[in-house]
């Protein structure tokens, strides 16, 4: 049974920590303006991986919190973290960039669902987790504007070149609502790959349930964190533990 990772999450709109409603830009709770702080808190914590997400990147406002994920993933890199980064990555340049910075892994979504080859291409350079955002089954793009004809069970066995998978119920995306753990089930019975859950995370029973999940590689929280529901180190005590 492979461990379950614990990513704790980062999401930066114009260099502020935020989280989203369900994805909704109108529907933000602010958690301070220093991402550096919130990043190290984690690795001291013992978290040996951080998930951000460039929100403005993702709805198509430009890089703006590129040179602050790059100041969180060099200092995270002297404490011996990695970073994974989504939001805006489209294709070769975006990877490249990021790369550049000291990102570890780069989580690509609605460009990769467009043209699977991209993955090939950009996974030369990065390690590339594919984002899988959707309601009810069906891939969503574009910031979660755009319903897609494609499902996820389909989408697992399209990126050959794919180190991993995000998959995203966005219905329970920073809603505390708990997790996804029946399609969580069918995904990563779908794929050899490690399928890393995002969305609905509330309790330490939450992530009881999901490191039950045999195939399950990892698991991305943040509000949970952020209200103070658990901390990352009792988080990672509670994945380890598999209870």
Request: overall charge negative; aromatic content about 4%.
């Amino acid at each position: 049974m492979r461990p379950v990772v614990l990513f704790p999450a980062i999401d930066l709109r114009g260099g502020s920590v935020v989280r989203l409603l369900h994805g909704d830009y109108a529907a933000e709770t602010h958690y301070g303006d220093d991402p550096i702080a919130v990043a190290e808190d984690f690795a001291n914590q013992g978290a040996r991986w951080v998930h951000i997400v460039d929100l403005d990147a993702a709805r198509g406002d430009g890089p703006i919190n590129r040179a602050a994920i790059g100041r969180v993933a060099r200092r995270l890199a002297e404490m011996g973290v990695r970073v994974q980064t989504g939001g805006g990555v489209r294709g070769l340049t975006d990877a490249q960039e990021l790369a550049a910075l000291g990102v570890a892994r780069v989580v690509m979504g609605s460009a990769a669902v467009r043209d699977p080859d991209l993955v090939d291409e950009v996974s030369a350079t990065v390690p590339v987790a594919v984002g899988l955002d959707h309601r009810g089954g069906r891939v969503a793009l574009d910031g979660w504007t755009t319903d897609s004809d494609l499902d996820v069970a389909s989408a697992l066995a399209a990126f050959p070149a794919a180190e991993a998978f995000v998959v995203t119920d966005i219905s329970r995306d920073g809603a505390l609502s708990g997790p996804d753990l029946e399609g969580l089930l069918a995904a990563t019975s779908a794929t050899d790959r490690p399928v890393i859950a995002s969305g609905g995370v509330a309790t330490l029973g939450d992530l009881a349930a999901l490191a039950g999940i045999g195939g399950l590689g990892g698991v991305i929280v943040g509000r949970a964190i952020y209200e103070g529901r658990f901390t990352v180190s009792q988080a990672l005590a509670r994945l380890e533990s598999r209870s």
